[in-house]
C-alpha cells in the first residue's frame, strides 16, 4: 500500500515491490521459528495499519481528482 502512494511510475512501484520481497526473503532466513514469517517480519518504515489517517485521506483525494 505504502508503494503505491509513493511511487512515481508504475516501474517504480514494480522496483519498489521487489526490493521489499528480496528484504523479506532475506530477513526470512533469519527467522528461527517455523511460525508464519509474515508475522515476525520487521518493517523498516511502518505497518499499513500505522499510517496516518489524514495521509491515506490527501492521497486518495488526489488520486481521485488525477
Same mark, same amino acid.
Given at each position: 500500500?505504502?508503494?503505491?502512494?509513493?511511487?512515481?511510475?508504475?516501474?517504480?512501484?514494480?522496483?519498489?515491490?521487489?526490493?521489499?520481497?528480496?528484504?523479506?526473503?532475506?530477513? =526470512?532466513?533469519?527467522?528461527?521459528?517455523?511460525?508464519?514469517?509474515? &508475522?515476525?517480519? =520487521?518493517?523498516?518504515?511502518? &505497518?499499513?495499519?500505522?499510517?496516518?489517517?489524514?495521509?491515506?485521506?490527501?492521497?486518495?483525494?488526489?488520486?481521485?481528482?488525477?
Amino acid at each position: 500500500m505504502i508503494n503505491q502512494y509513493i511511487r512515481r511510475s508504475e516501474e517504480e512501484y514494480e522496483e519498489f515491490n521487489r526490493m521489499d520481497e528480496e528484504r523479506y526473503a532475506q530477513e =526470512k532466513g533469519y527467522n528461527s521459528t517455523p511460525v508464519d514469517a509474515k &508475522k515476525s517480519y =520487521k518493517y523498516r518504515l511502518m &505497518k499499513e495499519d500505522e499510517i496516518p489517517s489524514w495521509f491515506i485521506e490527501t492521497v486518495y483525494c488526489v488520486l481521485s481528482s488525477a
